[in-house]
């Protein structure tokens, strides 16, 4: 299922970009809902920085939830090359429970626009629910669309909520 989200951030692009790129760590104090970020790698290839962070939720498990759903299953893996020389980037993540089930991935742009930035996001949401133990294979292609639907109507907001966080993030260093 595609995803989108467009933001107007109101700081330059190329503060717009560092921040995204190099102080995601610090911006995860603006996410009520986001315990910390972690850089587990980087890599700098030229005009090319390839990361591997650690995004690890805030939010605390249900009560009813806590026999099936562990802490470990808060936390995914973002895998970003931000490109310098385009102010874009191509990512994906990846969680940490139904590996095999999820894909999603996509791309970043951020798009001076006055002295703002257009941050615009779109991205793929794909989960073949024959991979997640449970589901009877039979209900598996009713169930897909419905399951990936919930989940981007989950996801947008955060996407959102990210922007407002280095809009934030950005507002406290100035």
């Known amino acids: 299922m595609r995803m989108r989200s467009e933001s107007l951030i ?6 717009v970009f560092a921040a ?7 911006v995860a104090a ?6 910390e970020i972690n850089v587990l790698d980087r890599r700098e290839e030229g005009s090319i920085v390839r990361l591997h962070n650690e995004w ?3 939010s605390e498990i249900p009560k009813v939830a806590r026999s099936f759903v562990k ?12 490109h310098a020389d385009t102010q874009h980037c191509e990512w994906r993540i990846s969680t940490r429970v139904f590996t095999e089930a999820v894909r999603c991935a ?3 742009r951020l798009i001076a626009e006055g002295e703002g930035t257009r941050v615009v996001l779109e991205g793929d949401l794909e989960i073949d629910v024959t991979k997640v133990p449970g589901i009877p ?12 639907k919930f989940i981007v109507n989950l996801i947008t907001p955060n996407l959102e909520k990210t922007n ?3 809009e934030q993030y950005l507002d406290s260093q100035a």
Not at 20 to 26: L, N
Not at 71 to 78: F, G, I, N, S
Request: charged content about 35%.
């Open 71 to 82: 802490p470990e299953h808060l936390r995914w893996d973002d895998f970003a090359a931000w």
């Open 106 to 108: 996509g791309s970043t």
């Open 10 to 15: 109101k700081h330059p692009v190329d503060a």
């Open 56 to 58: 690890v939720s805030g």
């Open 30 to 35: 603006f996410l009520p809902d986001i315990k």
């Open 164 to 166: 407002e966080a280095i």
């Open 20 to 26: 995204y790129r190099d102080k995601m760590p610090d």
């Open 137 to 148: 294979k039979f209900m598996a292609k009713r169930i897909a669309p419905q399951a990936e």
